[in-house]
C-alpha cells in the first residue's frame, strides 16, 4: 500500500446517535493512519462546546485533533479561552477561517479576516500551534478578482499559517492555475487539496452554490441522469473522485484532506483504490 498523507474532516455531532455514528466512523478511517482528524465549528461559533467535546474525545483517544476555530461573531477574550483550553490539552494545530455569519447576527465580533485571527494566534501563542487556512482554486465566492483573492490568501500567509487546505474542487486544472498563482505571488507553503465524495446530488450542489465550488456541465450532466438510483450514483462518484485523487498524488501533491460528513464507507473505497 502506497504511504499517502491522509486527513479527515468531521462536524460536531448533535446527538448521541450522532456521537455514536462518529465514533464509528473515526474508527474505521483511523486505519488510514491519518496525520489528524479536524472538526468543523459552527456559524458564529455555535457548536463551540460540541466542537470542543469532540476534539478531546479524539485527543484522548490518541490521535491528533484539528478544531477549526473562526472569526465571525468572536472576541478577543473569547479566542483567548479557546487558545488556553486547546493548549492545556496539548491540541497542536488549527484549522483558522473567517467563518460563515450565521443569520441575523449583526456583530461581526473583533476579527473581521482570517489574517487578522491568525496575527492573533500568533500573538498569544507563538509557535505552539501549526495553522491551516484556507484556500480557493475558484476564487471565493465574494472575492472581486483573482488578483484579490492571491492577496487575501497571502495575508493569511503572512500573518504566520503554516499550510492552507483548500475549497473542494472538481477542475483539476483550477487547483493547478491556483498554484501557479501563489508561486507568482512568492507564496510557498503546502497546499492540501481538499476532497469532496459523492454522497448525493441536491446536497452536493446545495453546498456547492453556497461555496462557489462549480461542478463541471459533464458531471453534473451525469449525476443528475442517475435520479433516484443512489447506489449507481455513489458507484460513479466513487470512480469520479479516485480519478481525482491519483492525478492529484501523480502530481505530488503534499496530502489529502477528505470532507466526510461523518460518513466512511465512500472515503474507504477512494483511499483504497488509489493506494492499491
Not at 446517535?17 to 489528524?36: D, H, M, S, V, Y
Not at 455555535?46 to 473562526?70: K, L
Request: charged share 20%; net charge negative.
Amino acid at each position: 500500500m502506497k504511504n499517502i498523507p491522509l486527513s479527515f474532516e468531521f462536524f460536531p455531532p448533535k446527538t448521541e446517535e450522532g456521537i455514536a455514528n462518529l465514533r464509528r466512523t473515526r474508527k474505521q478511517l483511523a486505519t488510514f493512519q491519518p496525520e489528524f482528524f479536524s472538526v468543523t465549528f459552527g456559524a458564529g461559533g455555535s457548536t463551540r462546546d460540541r466542537t470542543m467535546d469532540a476534539v478531546f474525545e479524539i485527543q484522548n483517544e490518541g490521535y491528533a485533533a484539528a478544531p477549526h476555530i473562526s472569526c465571525i461573531s468572536a472576541t478577543k477574550d473569547e479566542v483567548r479561552e479557546l487558545l488556553k483550553a486547546y493548549q492545556a490539552k496539548e491540541i497542536k494545530r488549527l484549522v483558522t477561517l473567517r467563518g460563515d455569519l450565521p443569520s441575523g447576527v449583526v456583530s461581526v465580533g473583533d476579527f473581521k479576516y482570517a489574517n487578522e485571527l491568525v496575527d492573533f494566534i500568533r500573538q498569544e501563542t507563538g509557535d505552539w500551534f501549526h495553522i491551516e487556512v484556507a484556500a480557493y482554486p475558484e476564487v471565493h465566492p465574494e472575492s472581486t478578482s483573482v488578483a484579490s483573492d492571491i492577496n487575501n490568501f497571502k495575508k493569511k500567509v503572512d500573518a504566520g499559517a503554516n499550510s492552507a487546505i483548500t475549497q473542494y474542487f472538481y477542475n483539476i486544472d483550477a487547483y493547478f492555475q491556483f498554484l501557479e498563482s501563489c508561486q507568482k505571488a512568492n507564496i510557498s507553503l503546502p497546499i492540501i487539496p481538499g476532497v469532496m465524495p459523492i454522497y448525493n446530488y441536491t446536497q452536493l450542489a446545495r453546498f456547492s452554490g453556497m461555496c462557489g465550488a462549480e461542478i463541471p456541465r459533464w458531471l453534473r450532466l451525469r449525476l443528475e441522469a442517475y435520479g433516484d438510483d443512489m447506489a449507481s450514483l455513489r458507484d460513479f462518484g466513487v470512480d469520479v473522485i479516485s480519478e481525482l485523487c491519483e492525478k492529484l498524488l501523480a502530481a505530488g501533491v503534499p496530502s489529502l484532506h477528505f470532507y466526510t460528513l461523518n460518513q466512511a464507507g465512500i472515503v474507504s473505497k477512494i483511499i483504497n483504490n488509489v493506494t492499491d
